[in-house]
């Protein structure tokens, strides 16, 4: 008994030396562009955590990639060669990922993902170094599957043509059972959808999915509450979340989407961060915001375990992920990706206000499909 | 993935309604793209300027307009306001950078208007943040109206066809029967003549500039109801404005209306057609997947074609 109590307090000794020295984190997001309402979450949400922390010793180099793969790769490069961060993280897309997190980890690097997780990292390529605090780009998508079976036999599903949007189909068709009414791939950025819209009207379709992020979400909702089409819609939480939800209006009310987070979860960390990000920010946080912040939580915990300096000891801290998540409970499976609940929220109007509340959850401790082919 | 439950959507025959809102559609889209392309080929025939800031000043009149609407609740007025903060916003523009470009070549006017952008877009993330802006359709013309073949259409964007038909047949008259039609004309034939001749060329440069701003601006408050309002939305819109122009012949604003309807056109049957006709052959995902890619190049690679055998576009001015 002794023993454990000397060798807990010589640890927590050697974490306060660990906390002393300098930490510079990298972060990579997307702050101008029609994207940026994302990364602003994402950056705001990390800033609050750091503050909150009081931790001195923690330096951020914020950088904007415009939402553009290769102005991210630079800014990766020269945050690794001449900023020399000891970890990188921030970025929101899909894409701008593929485009830096394989090269960075290769270079013994640490990225923690607090947005996408596509497929492509998490399985046979699943790396130590490569963090993914936020979901495989999958799991939203199985989840609406998977509550799509109780209601709808025949949906149509639409997505935009890069890798989240192909993985985003996927998951759905993974766990939907009905038939499809039709799949259709859109431009990346397209901001009119009345030639799909014309096909739903067209294909006899009981239920309409689409994942469609940021602006696009926004134009397709407004278009399709205007077509007359009565076909519920659903989607994954992002085209539903707070940063959108006010510019599509009351045309969102009553839609169904799923979600690893919302505002409403009964948990201490959750009510503290909501409360935190409204007083610092006076705006309702997303799901955006609500990753960075356990991202950022996550490093703290690990900092205080473990020298960002000794690789190995600071992968494990990371791993252990010793924090209070906002999602309740968060573990890490063998490929760094969380195991987690994913919930089915609903848009309602609290105070005039447009936002979600849960009504069901689609999944237990979900683990992404990839995990198997990961030989970590 | 086990045997696919969903082999036969993409075979079904062409429903007529289907047909005739996908032609609305392209029409829809078409008249859009041609009030953008139509202050650009203007300020382009008359000036001998390109200008990339023709995407910002479309921006301005969306925000204008979402801007009047929230405050007074009003879309006609956000309309009005719209036309007015475009038509002024080029009119600054040109007293204040473009007038000292006319002289310059090309890469120079590029990069300022490209600078123009650039403050546009940041200007207005400074004042209105980087969320979307909510800008929704006025209550009389909200809904859907019957189409013949059983369908029903947007009643909102056959408002837009039938502005974008007033704005056509509008500058045509303009340009065609009026005094300050003849100077544009003259302008387009001849600009060293034209102020030779004692016409004050710096105004109606600054005319023209504003008329093809508050255009630009029209457009981006119409499209601004059915999209979002954000920081960015007018440059995918320029691409394309640009691409109606050089098919349809810098400088005309006849070729800016045929090369506006057929790029429309064009791009709504690609995106409806290509997957369907490829889903014959291939797995309905894939058929997607290769057809939403080949129907995202389609009209550049009409604007290939067009160039190889038309280099100076339909209608050279």
């Known amino acids: 008994m002794k023993r454990i109590l000397a060798t807990s307090i010589l640890s927590l000794a050697l974490a306060t030396t660990a906390y002393a020295e300098p930490v510079k984190i990298g972060v990579i997001t997307t702050l101008s562009g029609g994207g940026a309402g994302l990364g602003i979450d994402m950056r705001d949400a990390f800033a609050l955590a750091m503050k909150q922390s009081g931790n001195k010793d923690i330096e951020l180099v914020v950088e904007d990639d415009a939402q553009k793969p290769e102005i991210a790769v630079q800014l990766a490069e020269k945050m690794i060669q001449s900023d020399k961060v000891d970890l990188l993280t921030g970025i929101i897309w899909s894409n701008l990922a593929m485009a830096v997190v394989p090269n960075t980890v290769a270079q013994d690097i640490i990225y923690l993902s607090p947005n996408a997780g596509p497929s492509a990292l998490a399985g046979a390529n699943c790396n130590a170094n490569y963090f993914n605090v936020a979901y495989q780009n999958d799991n939203f998508h199985e989840a609406m599957g998977q509550y799509a079976n109780k209601d709808y036999r025949k949906s149509f599903i639409l997505a935009p043509n890069y890798p989240a949007g192909k993985d985003a189909l996927t998951g759905f068709k993974r766990f939907y059972k009905g038939e499809l009414a039709g799949e259709v791939y859109t431009q990346v950025g397209q901001t009119d959808y009345a030639a799909e819209i014309a096909q739903i009207r067209d294909s006899g379709a009981d239920s309409v999915f689409f994942f469609l992020p940021g602006g696009m979400g926004i134009s397709f909702m407004k278009q399709y509450a205007q077509s007359g089409i009565a076909t519920p819609v659903m989607g994954p939480g992002f085209s539903f979340d707070q940063d959108v939800l006010g510019a599509i209006g009351d045309a969102a009310l009553g839609v169904k989407n799923s979600a690893t987070w919302s505002k409403d979860l009964d948990n201490e960390a959750n009510k503290k961060f909501v409360e935190a990000f409204k007083t610092e920010y006076k705006r309702l946080p997303s799901i955006y915001a609500a990753q960075s912040w356990d991202t950022a939580n996550l490093i703290l915990a690990a900092l205080s375990k473990a020298s960002v300096k000794d690789k190995d000891a600071f992968r494990a801290a990371l791993k252990a992920a010793d924090f209070q998540s906002v999602r309740g409970t968060f573990v890490f499976n063998n490929n760094n990706h969380p195991i987690q609940n994913v919930y089915v929220r609903e848009v309602v109007k609290e105070d005039g206000v447009l936002t979600n509340k849960i009504v069901a959850t689609a999944f237990e401790d979900h683990k992404d499909a990839y995990a198997d082919e990961c030989k970590m | ?317």
């Open chain 2, 1 to 317: 993935m086990a045997a696919c439950p969903c082999a036969e959507y993409g075979t079904t025959a062409l429903s007529t309604a289907l047909l005739i809102e996908q032609l609305l559609n392209g029409l829809q889209l078409g008249v859009m793209l041609f009030l953008m392309a139509a202050g650009l080929t203007l300020i382009f025939g008359v000036m001998g300027l390109i200008n990339l800031a023709h995407g910002s000043l479309y921006m301005i009149g969306a925000f204008a307009c979402a801007v009047t609407a929230s405050a007074t609740g009003s879309f006609w007025l956000g309309l009005i306001a719209s036309l007015i903060a475009a038509a002024a916003a080029g009119a600054i523009v040109e007293v204040v950078v473009i007038r000292r470009l006319y002289d310059r070549d090309h890469l120079d006017q590029v990069l300022a208007t490209f600078a123009l952008i650039l403050i546009f877009s940041e200007g207005s993330r400074w004042f209105f943040g980087s969320f979307p802006l909510y800008l929704d359709i006025p209550a009389a013309l909200q809904g859907a109206v019957p189409l013949p073949g059983g369908g029903r259409y947007q009643l909102y964007r056959l408002a837009i066809i039938g502005v974008g038909i007033a704005v056509a047949l509008g500058l045509y008259l303009l340009i065609s029967r009026t005094r300050l039609g003849m100077r544009i004309r003259a302008g387009e034939s001849d600009r060293e003549m034209i102020a030779a001749l004692g016409i004050d060329i710096q105004s109606l440069y600054t005319i023209v500039f504003a008329l093809g701003a508050a255009l630009a601006g029209l457009a981006g408050a119409l499209v601004g109801a059915l999209q979002s309002v954000q920081v960015g939305m007018g440059e995918p819109v320029l691409i394309l404005a640009f691409v109606v122009i050089v098919i349809g012949g810098i400088g005309s604003i006849k070729g800016a209306l045929t090369g506006a309807i057929l790029v429309g056109l064009i791009d709504t049957m690609g995106r409806f057609l290509l997957p369907k006709t490829l889903a014959l052959i291939l797995p309905a995902s894939q058929a997607g997947m290769i057809g939403g890619a080949l129907a995202s190049m389609l009209i550049y690679i009409v604007m290939a074609l067009i160039l190889a055998f038309r280099p100076r576009g339909l209608f050279a001015a």
